[in-house]
């Protein structure tokens, strides 16, 4: 399974950004999808993630700027990304924990995309 991401960028400070990401592989079923991002010198965090039934999780820094959806028929996560802060500088992953058709459960990462907002 491969997780492929795209989307990040350089944006100014107020602007939007789209991400999104792709799982591809011998997949049997997707229950959660979402995204972490990592700033320099700090941990990995939680974004946002959305699961096959619906709920979503939000980091509280990023509630009601962005929003996470999913497409389940092309086993896409995408992140939009609105009124962005410096702060919001990140490498950004995509996260997937799904069912192989031999493993109950798996988790896989993305490569990273990295967005940069400049104040």
């Known amino acids: 399974v491969q997780l492929q991401a795209s989307g990040g960028g350089l944006v100014q400070a107020g602007g939007s950004l789209r991400l999104s990401c792709t799982a591809s592989?011998?997949?049997?079923?997707?229950?959660?999808m979402g995204w972490y991002r990592q700033a320099p010198g700090k941990q990995r965090e939680l974004v946002a993630t959305?699961?096959?039934?619906?709920?979503?999780t939000y980091a509280d820094s990023v509630k009601g700027r962005f929003t996470v959806s999913r497409d389940n028929a092309k086993n896409t996560v995408y992140l939009q990304m609105n009124s962005l802060k410096p702060e919001d500088t990140a490498v950004y992953y995509c996260?997937?924990?799904?069912?192989?058709?031999?493993?109950?459960?798996?988790?896989?990462w993305g490569q990273g995309t990295l967005v940069t907002v400049s104040s």
């Open positions: 996260h997937a924990d799904l069912r192989e058709p031999w493993r109950e459960r798996a988790v896989y």
């Open positions: 592989g011998s997949i049997f079923s997707i229950n959660v």
């Open positions: 959305k699961s096959s039934s619906g709920t979503t």
